[in-house]
Nanobody, 125 residues
Framework: QVQLVESGGGLVQAGGSLRLSCAAS????????MGWFRQAPVKERKFVAG????????RYTDSVNGRFTISRDNAKNTVYLQMNSLKPEDTAVYYC??????????????????WGQGTQVTVSS
């Protein structure tokens, strides 16, 4: 019963930046852990970043650590992914997801209950 809508993807040059947004429905958004995942063609969906409900705890995959920042605005029911210093290998469809049992930040897709439709990020050389 949680609907998610991602936005902010696009085409950028290597070294550029994008800010992804994910707007969620629901009245208990602040209870949920939120995650960003990405999926490149013929590859599995992989964890990128996660954030605990209050926003105090975050987690990143090693390949984006230091370049990406996840944040949330619970008053707006929105989670963000600021992506800096983008590389061609960041090219993928990016999905946000909800973990209703969000006491911890999981890195595996089965932990997440709801998913957005995805937004394409393409980084050119």
């Amino acid at each position: 019963q949680v609907q998610l809508v991602e936005s902010g993807g696009g085409l950028v040059q290597a070294g550029g930046s994008l800010r992804l947004s994910c707007a969620a429905s629901g009245r208990t958004f602040s209870r949920y852990a939120m995650g960003w995942f990405r999926q490149a063609p013929v590859k599995e969906r992989k964890f990128v970043a996660g954030i605990q409900g209050s926003g105090t705890n975050t987690r990143y995959t090693d390949s984006v650590n230091g370049r990406f920042t996840i944040s949330r605005d619970n008053a707006k029911n929105t989670v963000y992914l600021q992506m800096n210093s983008l590389k061609p290998e960041d090219t993928a469809v990016y999905y946000c997801a909800v973990d209703r049992q969000g006491y911890y930040i999981s890195t595996v897709p089965p932990s997440y209950d709801y998913w957005g439709q995805g937004t394409q990020v393409t980084v050119s050389s």
